[in-house]
């Protein structure tokens, strides 16, 4: 039988198996051997041990689309990164820091800033204006009144989402209303986790309808760069690419070089100071990292 992992625990695997059961699986010994570890959204074969129990062992993982470090998790098609208008303000560096991260990862990225309510129509167009003029998909939501949830479900359905988003932003609400019928599975599983060997914050997949998949990840308040020098940092803010054939230098950090397209885009105001400011500052962080 095949299935989805959507937890990891203390080498405990939950499986939603495509008869819409949650079996409690070990991996078997070869994975160890191998030295490779399942992941949280990796598609799985397993063999049914004890069906009354819900009890299996994991003895395939199918071919992975794609995989996260942080969060841990495979086979993304999306990431929805959360965050509030108001009470707590938006940390646009800390934002930006998490799109960078999909973007290297290859992974589409949609962003949906919550508590629309407590935000004036200038504030809303100015985070549209910033976000949606770099080409990524905003949405303005608000649990309250229920605006932009509709359009939340749309983008998500069909889809493996890993929702991201700092505490405090409303990211357990909204996913919430996302979830709607599937109470009954997330029951099964808290009622397996009960049994107290394994009691953890880790990442874990939602089951929120046909197809349709939400991996709930801690709140980070903190993200750093990895994996990447100074000089790479441009490639990942996509509203920088249709210029870079322009600049007088090829390899231009749109930083202090002559007759720079970038720089002249950020003088048409083209390109958004607030996101401009956010690169110096991170090229600036990833410069001194190399340095020590």
């Given amino acids: ?16 198996a495509e008869n819409g059961e949650i079996y409690e699986c070990r991996a078997k010994g070869i994975f160890r051997k191998d030295n490779f570890k399942p992941l949280v959204g990796d598609n799985v074969e397993i063999d049914v041990l004890d069906e009354k129990e819900k009890e299996g062992s994991v003895t395939a993982v199918l071919p992975r689309k794609n995989s996260l470090i942080r969060p841990a998790v495979a086979n993304v098609d999306q990431a929805f990164v959360i965050f509030a208008m108001e009470n707590p303000k938006p940390n646009f560096l800390l934002l930006d820091r998490f799109l960078i991260m999909m973007e290297q990862q290859g992974i589409p990225a949609v962003i949906c800033f919550n508590k629309k309510d407590l935000a004036s129509e ?23 009144t229920g605006d932009g949830l509709e359009e939340v ?69 903190s993200l750093y760069l990895t994996d990447m020098e100074e000089d790479e940092l441009g490639g990942y803010f996509p509203e920088f690419r249709k210029y870079e054939n322009q600049c007088r230098f090829q390899g231009c950090r749109h ?12 003088a048409r105001r083209e390109i958004s100071s607030l996101r401009y400011e956010n690169y110096l500052e991170l090229y600036q962080e990833l410069k001194e990292k190399r340095r020590y």
């Fill in 1 to 16: 039988m095949q299935g989805k992992i959507i937890k990891g625990i203390a080498g405990f695997y939950y499986i939603f």
């Fill in 122 to 144: 200038e504030e809303q167009r100015e985070l549209l204006d910033t976000y949606e003029g770099c080409g990524y998909r905003v949405i303005l939501s608000s649990t309250l």
């Fill in 153 to 221: 479900r749309d983008i998500l359905r069909g889809k493996t989402t890993v929702v991201a988003g700092p505490s405090g932003v409303g990211k357990s609400s909204l996913t919430n209303c996302m979830q709607g019928e599937i109470q009954m599975e997330t029951g099964e599983i808290s009622r397996k986790l009960k049994r107290g060997r394994h009691t953890t914050r880790h990442s874990q997949v939602i089951p929120v309808e046909k197809d349709t998949f939400l991996v709930d990840t801690p709140g980070f308040s």
């Fill in 255 to 266: 930083i202090h070089e002559p007759d720079c397209a970038v720089k002249e885009a950020l």
